[in-house]
């Protein structure tokens, strides 16, 4: 199993940025879809999550509005757009495979697959 997370990046307040996820080693389309970011001295925080067709999306409040979350399962990745990026955006962002219901998304001990993580700075 890997998750590879691409895109990440400097950026200043206001921009935007896209992650991608490539999936490898699982069915892909069988599995729920979960963004997770840390910042430095803090825990993994939920960002959101997409099911297995793509027909149901969540957020946390603190990026709802402003990132999206799509995949294309035929190329078995996920993305993240993100936009009016603010400093507290920074982190490492991560993608994670689960297959755990939709009331246990926002907890990272759920998913048993993760990627590198790749990292985004927002200068203001």
């Known amino acids: 199993v890997q998750l590879q997370a691409s895109g990440g990046g400097s950026v200043q307040a206001g921009g935007s940025l896209k992650l991608s996820c490539l999936a490898s080693?699982?069915?892909?389309?069988?599995?729920?879809m979960g963004w997770f970011r840390q910042a430095p001295g803090k825990g993994r925080e939920f960002v959101g999550q997409?099911?297995?067709?793509?027909?149901?999306?969540a957020y946390s409040d603190s990026v709802k509005g402003r990132f999206i979350i799509s995949r294309d399962n035929a190329k078995n990745t996920v993305y993240l757009q993100m936009n009016n990026l603010g400093p507290e955006d920074t982190a490492d962002y991560y993608c994670?495979?689960?297959?755990?219901?939709?009331?246990?998304?926002?907890?990272?001990?759920?998913?048993?697959?993760w990627g590198q993580g790749t990292q985004v700075t927002v200068s203001s």
């Open positions: 080693g699982f069915t892909f389309s069988g599995y729920r």
């Open positions: 994670a495979a689960s297959r755990i219901v939709l009331s246990g998304v926002r907890i990272p001990s759920n998913y048993p697959y």
């Open positions: 997409i099911s297995q067709n793509g027909g149901t999306t």
